[in-house]
């Protein structure tokens, strides 16, 4: 039963007869999602926004650095008006000085922690919209794997089938 430009695959053995049936090279097409276009489209944007949000969060914490520096220097100015304030000698012009560079920093302070607030308002919208594309995408991804699944039984399921065909035809025949 084997020969000719035609590989033969053994299919089954009844009652002593061996069924064979040809292999059929390259006729299982690969799976082909119909919206791997839009799926491609979803995952940019996704990446996109990701990219978005991370720069976000890269000023926020530069501005956190920011004001960190903006307490400390608060801390080293009054540790350095107590200093004036406990001399022998007070100095009022440096005194002044320093009160008023302690005001700039207290107006410095409530200025960088708005923009803070505002950067996190911002990055949280963000990344409201890394979770709302991260959701288009895993259903996109769902879909194409259950039509992919969905795909290979029906072409399992048409194999059976011819075998089963095959299978009739031969004992049909004897």
């Not at 064979?20 to 926004?49: A, S």
């Not at 530069?62 to 100015?77: F, G, P, R, V, Y």
């Not at 009022?92 to 302070?109: A, F, N, S, T």
């Not at 960088?112 to 594309?133: D, G, P, S, Y």
């Amino acid at each position: 039963m084997m020969g000719g430009m035609l590989s033969w695959v053994k299919v089954i053995e009844v009652h002593g007869a061996q069924l064979y049936r040809p292999i059929r090279r390259g006729k299982l097409k690969k799976f082909k999602f119909r919206l791997q276009v839009v799926l491609d489209m979803r995952e940019n944007e996704l990446e996109r926004r990701r990219i978005e949000a991370a720069k976000i969060l890269a000023v926020l914490n530069e501005q956190t650095a920011k004001l960190e520096s903006i307490l400390q220097a608060q801390k080293t100015n009054t540790s350095e008006m107590e200093d004036l304030y406990n001399s022998e000698i007070l100095d009022i012009p440096q005194v002044e000085g320093h009160r008023d560079y302690g005001l700039k920093l207290i107006v410095d302070e409530k200025n960088q922690r708005r923009i803070i607030e505002n950067t996190k308002a911002i990055l949280e919208k963000k990344q409201i919209e890394v979770r709302e594309a991260h959701k288009k995408v895993e259903i996109l991804k769902k879909l194409k794997e259950k039509q992919e699944e969905q795909y290979y039984k029906d072409f399992l399921a048409s194999e059976v089938k011819e075998i089963d065909d095959i299978t009739s035809a031969r004992f049909n025949i004897e």
